[in-house]
């Protein structure tokens, strides 16, 4: 059986004396599409960043690529950073630059590759978020749901086996939603990439989690992991079926 | 990885072993192409790649683009739906190419007509900004007195410690300066006439109004072109709220009120660092105030407090008319503080030539 690609053992994330979450733990493995999902201000996003390295955990431990990214240090650090992708909320696209030149600066910065082949590359990388035609475009110039696609672009410009993406769908009508959401399975079944995801969206969670964790702002913690769809239809924990069937809590 | 390059009648066979990933491909880019360049056949022989990933796809896709086509052999697996996907993406539709360069002529007459622009745009803010103080006049509790007020301590009171220290700094150079040349003519009991009047009717308001531009007029240019950024000014539109009254007037009377108050800031703190230097020359602190004493009229400071007055109220007005024309995107708001002080110099140099020239003409 492959080697988990992200391995979480007894996690905890702390602000000063506030708790955010502790004991999380799961696996992901390698190729699936691995949601973390919850209510607002559960702990997601931070959870996120304790993955790809901004945060440092309270206590326990977060492998990626079977690597501790808080144990590393420089050179050792920059390799494992390379191999991992991210696409933040808001795209957080360099505004000076078109998308093709957003595409092309991890490129720049760590490869050899000639200006021909960076630009070929990112041409390749838009069109497979469908964004060939905007590739001169100013991140002020396209929409929401665009910015998104480009972001994934730029995270996708290594060919890291690993991208994490933070809330793809928020802010975004249903149909642009629905096609990232096609984008994302598109791109973990054609190019075997793993993908973790954090979002609250519902559907966008049951079209493309192959399995989640919920976490839960009162547990403090994780209160459910598995297939999605399994979880919406035999939970036994209240929350998580409030969640999936958008029921008020009593 | 490894590039084995061969000749295969009727052209070459390029076989590739090994990862053909980022890393393998700038390092082959060059020599592949080159070949591939040389218009002969090519057979693209991938049986012992053991790895390829998408930039290794697109330099495989851009040999077969060059040579014009290209004899595959591709191992069974997962390679070919990765070539199948990277062509399809490479296949997108262009950019749409921009608009033709304009000729020399019309591009003169387009930035004559953009400057014209602008220079209508300034005027009628200007306009807007002189209706809303008239109708604050006739409704003056409309004014916001606290953001007044915070921006009196911003622009002001926590100015003074850079005032002061620039305002000594200033008189002690300037008193070192002269004191060569003067002692030449023997006229060093001269310097506190020189400095005085210097600092009064010239350096004084002029410091004082750089600091303002720098710190002030950048500040309202950021501060409401993030606000432009973010719609805030639209939603005080929509919400009926004139953006003059709720945020540029505050701004203005604000840094129309601190200025003269800076710049006598500088002209006093200018004349003690002189006084120290002329301490150190021999001259004691009652002889140099006797010589200012001399030397400086009231309307030398009246007339470098007025001109402070009209700089405060030039660098208020700039700062916050750069914030509110701020485009749209994170260099907007950059680009608004920097056009606040380049502006609000340039406007400051210009209304000095002006009043120096109305200040001879009139005998002040």
């Not at chain 1, 309270?58 to 650090?77: K, T, Y």
């Not at chain 1, 060939?132 to 730029?154: N, Q, V, W, Y």
């Not at chain 1, 403090?220 to 769809?229: H, L, N, Q, S, T």
């Not at chain 2, 007044?148 to 008189?171: I, K, N, Q, S, T």
């Amino acid at each position: 059986m492959a080697e988990p690609v992200v391995q979480v053992r007894g996690l905890k994330a702390a602000f000063g004396d506030r708790t955010v979450f502790e004991n999380v733990t799961f696996d992901v493995k390698p190729g699936e599409v691995f949601v973390i999902l919850g209510g607002s201000g559960c702990g997601k996003s931070t959870l996120l960043k304790h993955l790809i390295g901004l945060y440092e955990p309270a206590a326990g431990q977060a492998l990626v690529l079977g690597q501790d990214i808080h144990a590393l240090q420089g050179d050792a650090r920059q390799a494992l950073l390379r191999r991992i992708g991210v696409m933040w909320q808001s795209g957080a696209l360099f505004g000076s630059q078109s998308l093709a030149e957003n595409v092309m600066v991890p490129l720049e910065q760590h490869t050899d590759l000639p200006f021909e082949a960076r630009a070929l590359v990112a041409r390749a990388k838009l069109g497979l978020v469908g964004l060939s035609d905007a590739a001169a475009r100013l991140p002020a110039e396209i929409s929401g749901g665009m910015a998104k696609r480009a972001g994934i672009a730029r995270a996708m410009a290594l060919d890291p086996p690993i991208l994490f993406l933070d809330e793809p769908s928020a802010g975004l009508d249903p149909i642009t939603s629905a096609g990232l959401d096609a984008l994302i399975v598109q791109l973990a079944r054609d190019l075997g990439t793993t993908f973790v995801v954090v979002t609250h969206e519902l559907q966008s969670i049951l079209a493309i989690g192959d399995r989640c964790i919920m976490l839960d702002k009162e547990a403090k913690g994780m209160i459910a992991e598995g297939d999605p769809r399994a979880l919406r239809d035999h939970s036994d924990n209240p929350t998580v079926r409030a969640f999936f069937r958008r029921e008020v809590m009593a | 990885m490894t590039l084995a390059i061969t000749t295969e009648p009727p052209g070459l066979r390029l076989a590739f072993t090994g990862r053909l990933d980022a890393a393998a491909a700038a390092a082959d880019w060059a020599e592949a192409t080159r070949r591939a360049r040389s218009g002969q056949a090519l057979h693209l022989d991938l049986t012992g790649l053991e790895t390829l990933d998408m930039t290794g796809a697109v330099l495989l896709l851009r040999l077969e683009n060059l040579a014009g086509r290209a004899q595959w052999t591709v191992p069974p697996g997962p390679m070919q739906a990765l070539l199948d996907r990277t062509r399809q993406a490479l296949s997108g539709p262009r950019p749409p190419a921009g608009p033709p360069p304009l000729p020399w002529l019309a591009w003169f007459g387009q930035l004559a007509w953009n400057a014209g622009g602008a220079a209508l745009d300034r005027l009628a803010f200007l306009g807007e900004a002189a209706v809303s103080a008239l109708a604050l006049l006739r409704h003056p509790r409309r004014l916001r007195l606290a953001e007044v007020l915070r921006h009196l301590d911003e622009a002001g009171l926590r100015a003074f410690p850079l005032c002061v220290l620039l305002g000594l700094l200033l008189g002690m150079i300037l008193a070192f300066q002269s004191s060569v040349p003067m002692r030449r003519f023997g006229a060093e009991s001269f310097i506190p006439n020189l400095v005085g009047i210097s600092l009064l009717r010239e350096l004084g308001p002029l410091m004082a109004a750089v600091i303002l531009a720098g710190r002030t007029g950048s500040a309202f240019a950021a501060e409401i072109g993030t606000m432009t950024v973010n719609e805030e000014v639209d939603a005080l539109r929509v919400m009926g709220i004139d953006p003059m009254a709720w945020l540029v007037l505050p701004r203005v009377l604000a840094a129309l009120a601190v200025m003269p108050v800076l710049a006598l800031l500088m002209d006093l703190a200018g004349l003690i660092g002189m006084g120290v230097v002329m301490g150190s020359l021999g001259y004691p602190p009652a002889s140099v105030i006797a010589a200012l004493e001399r030397a400086l009229v009231a309307k030398d400071l009246i007339g470098g407090l007025f001109k402070a007055t009209v700089f405060g109220l030039a660098i208020g007005l700039i700062g916050c008319r750069a914030g509110l024309a701020a485009g749209r995107g994170p260099r907007a708001v950059g680009d608004a503080a920097t056009s606040a002080v380049v502006g609000g110099i340039v406007a400051m140099v210009l209304l000095d030539g002006i009043f120096a020239t109305l200040f001879y003409r009139l005998g002040l």
